[in-house]
């Protein structure tokens, strides 16, 4: 038995699913897109099923790729039962979903969740006759207490496998004739595409993109058809086909819902309306932003140090007294020095900040917060080719790169997504922020280091706006729903901490063991020489730094914290200026600052924007890099 | 006299009249629940060129200047 959750943003549906679904959760790809589905088998009072966790969607019809995506999950692979949850506080506009659902023929449940909240802003609903108008069961239930969960699914069970008992709400009058008259030219096609007559009638009709591609192909009759009807309805009415009827079905979600619900009047401004005046004011909400955005990090910066310097003095321990017990000059001890290196690596550099990010992170979102940083973030964001809601990602960048990257995923395009990704690994994470510090900050003076850190501004603005000129905006503007404030749950928290920290560890970690152990290799054979000798036309070359610092950059690779360490090794100390004119100091910091993000971003960025994603970044970050450190270089010729 | 949202102060309720761009728009709109016939308020009116939050059917949405500027709308009259 397998049952969907199809829903609207925002209307706890991911608290829904994490509620009830075991550790045995995957995340699986829709096929060819790198949008994901969750899916789980679930054991609930006795019965077993699987539950799959489709996007938010706001309509069946909308032409985002994530509405595409799960619309073709439900027409491709028919679940047994389709749980419609919602909002109940925002009942009206979720019912339009429920109505276009209604017409898939897919057995369906209809949930109200946040009843509680519902009623808190006056709405009551009449469930029986909801149920009655739409001939399927509904169930309220307020998800982030668990209350009616058991009930919903109980009932979903109950009618899944069934014919489904949806009734039709019909539209007006004449654009039922023509519906009834596209119908039967319809049928054919709907059986081979696997939906209902009458849907693929009002998809033909409303002019969608995917269903009228489908139609045309096989069936160019159909689509003539549909064309001259289309204009039918738009003659008679006076706007295009499509408007006239979404108007309509919006207008029948509207009388729905005044049928079965009752809203009492607002009578004053409520104090969370007054709190919200000051979080999105034109002065005050950028303050606020800035307030939490700074508090976000100090306190994922404080908890990941305290948490990372405790767990790498182990592991140097660990390591001296495997040394002591290995001969340290053997392969077997050069290798498992690598491996050590890497599980270092993840647990004391990595997780020590990714943890209280993510449970940072689930704290905003869960409290409704991101979609109004998005919202005042937006308009400077654009002018960089990017949206409000890259904000995140770009202020994570500045603590670690590997969570910031998987913060990437609220942007609904892959655009969007691919563009911000490559941007905020531009930004210096905390690793690169000690390498300012120590060479910089410490040689040259804490002003120029705090330049690095504008001038790294400038650039990644300007790289933004040259990928904007080569993959432009396909969408005008921002429409962003910014939901109710809502207290944080621990269970969504939790679940959200376990599901990403299990992301890191299956796909980032890997990358970074394997290359800590060829890296110990390369020691091993004395590759090192070789390599500074085949870089030195480049370091030596072409940014005048001293050749032993050739095996560093690639050790930077891997860990960016250890260009530090591996400089100090490779030039035989650790008073640089010793080795190093200001100048080399500088442009060896400006590089590193760009190039290649380290071993565990990489991985990330592979999940998240392909093996594509991954090497573009690579290279346009090293060139930039490069660019950037010549410019240095030239700019110290010339004064 | 109907003008554009963009040029809407905060407070001010208006009633949506036309959308003025293509398929597209008109269902990215529509999906959030904005169509023509619809009575929303302007919490806020764009700030340095930024985006407007509005009210419509209980529900808060952001909306880009770009967006705003392709909403045709009527405020509503009296006091």
Known sequence: MRIALVGQPNCGKSTLFNSVSGYKTAVSNFPGTTIEFVSSRVRLGGREFELVDLPGIYSLSAPDTEERVARDYLFDNRPDVVVNIMDASVLSRSLELTLELLGTGIPLVVCLNMVDEALRKGISIDMDRLAEETGVPVVPTVAVRGKGVAELFEKALEIGGRAGTGRTIPLSLDVEKVIGELEPSASPAAEKLGVPPRLLSVMLLEEDEQFVEAVAKNYPDLEERSAALRARISERHGRPADMVISSERHGLAMNLFERVARVKPRERITLVEQIDHYVMGPFSGYIFLAAVLLVFFISVFNVGKHLEEPLLEWFEGFIIHLSGRLDASSLLFTVTNGLIQGFSGGIGIVLPYLIPFIIGLALLEDVGYLPRAAFLMDSIMHRVGLHGKSIIPFVLSYGCNVPAIMAVRVMERRRDRFVTSVLSTMVPCAARTTIIFALVAFYLGPVTAGLLYVLNILVIAIAGSLLTRVMPEISPGMIIEIPAYRLPSLRSIAAKLWFRLREFIVIAWPFLIVGSVVLSLLDYFHLSGRINGFLAPFTSGLLGLPPEVGITLIFGILRKELTLIMLVQALGTSDFSVVMSQEQLLVFTVFTLFYVPCLATLGMLRSVAGISGMFFTLIVNTAIGAVAALGVRAFFMLV | ?79
């Open chain 2, 1 to 79: 006299m109907i003008t554009t949202l963009d040029k809407m102060r905060s407070g001010e309720k208006v009633t949506v009249r036309n959308i003025l761009g293509g398929h597209d728009l008109r269902r990215r709109l529509g999906s959030l629940g904005i169509h023509p016939d619809d009575e929303l308020e302007v919490i806020r009116s764009g700030f340095f060129g930024g985006p407007l939050l509005v009210r419509i059917h209980g529900v808060e949405i952001g909306l880009g200047k770009g967006m705003a500027e392709k909403i045709e709308v009527e405020p509503e009259a009296g006091p």
